[in-house]
């Protein structure tokens, strides 16, 4: 059996989970940390084409997270993520705030799994 930690829970039938026993678990807290310093000392200039797919850099109240674009408002210069260590999404962010991510910090595997259960509709859905 495999230890796991929910995330984020979307609904009842979306949600994520990470694996704290994984080898590359205790590097997260470590790489989080050297997110926060390196995108918040350096003007690092904004992303010139952000495309659905892309991993980037994004700034939260707890520092810098990696995200993966999942759709994006191109009227609006908006898109939507899914940060891929956490779990969770974000809306309608500015992309003039989203950074290209520095390969350092695409060596951990993302951390957070994103799950669906077939048949399990929320309460307040028909």
Known sequence: MTEVILSCTINA???????PTHPSYPMLSIMD?????NYSNIDTPPIPQVKEGL????????????????????SRQECDLIFVDYGGEAFNVPVDTLRAIHCHFLRLPFQAS????????????K
């Open 114 to 125: 994103e799950c669906h259960l077939a048949r399990v509709m929320p309460i307040d859905r």
């Open 55 to 74: 991993v980037c850099a994004v700034p939260t109240a707890e520092g810098w997270y990696r995200a993966s674009v999942k759709y994006v408002h191109e």
């Open 13 to 19: 039938s979306h949600f994520f989970l990470q694996q």
């Open 33 to 37: 940390q050297e997110m926060k310093e």
